[in-house]
C-alpha cells in the first residue's frame, strides 16, 4: 500500500543553520506531494506541494523537489529561524476510487537562537 | 479553497460518556475525513465520510466506537462513544478539494480531547 517515511526527530538546529528533512513514500502512479506545518498549539498548514515529477514547491523559504526516480520529497531551507519551530509532516494524495492523504510520521524541529 | 469550522474545539469528558464533534466546510466536498493524533504523534485516518453512504473505516477502527454522520455534502460528525482514558487525543475533520494541480487537503483546528 502507500506510505511515507520521513526521518525521525527531534532536529535542533542552531538559527541560520541548514535544514534538509528527509522524506521518501511507496505509491502506484503519481500521488500528490505534500509537506504541512503544525506550530506548538496549533491546526495543520500546508507549506507546500508538488503535483508532478520534478516539481519544486516552495513557500517561506522552504522547497522540496518531487524525485519520481528516488521516491522523494525532501524539505529544505538555506537559514532556519526560531519562529521555524514546528512539527513538519510529508504526505502523499493518490487521486483513485479511494481518496486519502497519507502521513508521513512527522518530524519535529527546534530552533535555538 | 475551503474553510473547516470544527466544534468543540476542546473538551474534557468522564470515562464511559460520548462526545460528538461536529465539522462543517463552507463548500460542498464529495469526501470528508476523520483522523486522530494521538500525542506526539502522527495523524491517523479513522474514517472516510461519503455522503448518502457509510463511512469507510481504516484498520483498528470501527462503527460502534467512532459512529459518523454524513447528512450533506457540507457537514460531518464524529462521534466517539464510552470513552476512556485511551481516546485522549486530537481528533481532526480533513477535506481534500479538486484535483491535479490544485489538489490540497484542508483541515479543521482540531477538538483536543481529555477523558479523565
Known amino acids: 500500500g502507500n506510505s511515507v517515511t520521513q526521518m525521525e526527530g527531534p532536529v535542533t538546529l542552531s538559527e541560520e543553520a541548514f535544514l534538509t528533512i528527509n522524506c521518501t513514500y511507496t505509491a502506484t502512479g503519481y500521488p500528490s506531494l505534500f509537506w504541512y506545518v503544525q506550530y506548538p498549539g496549533e491546526g495543520l498548514q500546508l507549506l507546500l506541494k508538488a503535483t508532478k515529477a520534478d516539481d519544486k514547491g516552495s513557500n517561506k523559504g522552504f522547497e522540496a523537489t518531487y524525485r519520481k526516480e528516488t521516491t522523494s520529497f525532501h524539505l529544505e531551507k538555506g537559514s532556519v529561524q526560531v519562529s521555524d519551530s514546528a512539527v513538519y509532516f510529508c504526505a502523499l494524495f493518490r487521486e483513485t476510487s479511494y481518496d486519502k492523504v497519507i502521513f508521513g510520521p512527522g518530524t519535529s524541529l527546534s530552533v535555538i537562537p | 479553497s475551503a474553510v473547516i469550522s470544527q466544534k468543540p474545539s476542546r473538551d474534557i469528558c468522564q470515562r464511559g460518556t460520548s462526545l460528538t464533534i461536529q465539522c462543517q466546510v463552507d463548500?460542498?466536498?464529495?469526501?470528508m475525513f476523520w483522523y486522530r493524533q494521538q500525542p506526539g504523534q502522527s495523524l491517523t485516518l479513522i474514517a472516510t465520510?461519503?455522503?448518502?453512504?457509510?463511512?469507510?473505516?481504516e484498520s483498528g477502527f470501527v462503527i460502534d466506537k467512532f459512529p459518523i454522520s454524513r447528512p450533506n455534502l457540507t457537514f460531518s460528525t464524529l462521534t466517539v462513544s464510552n470513552m476512556s482514558p485511551e481516546d485522549s487525543s486530537i481528533y481532526l475533520c480533513s477535506v481534500v478539494t479538486d484535483g491535479g494541480v490544485h489538489t490540497e487537503a484542508f483541515f479543521g483546528q482540531g477538538t483536543r480531547l481529555t477523558v479523565v
Open positions: 463548500s460542498q466536498v464529495t469526501m
Open positions: 465520510a461519503n455522503q448518502g453512504s457509510e463511512a469507510t473505516y
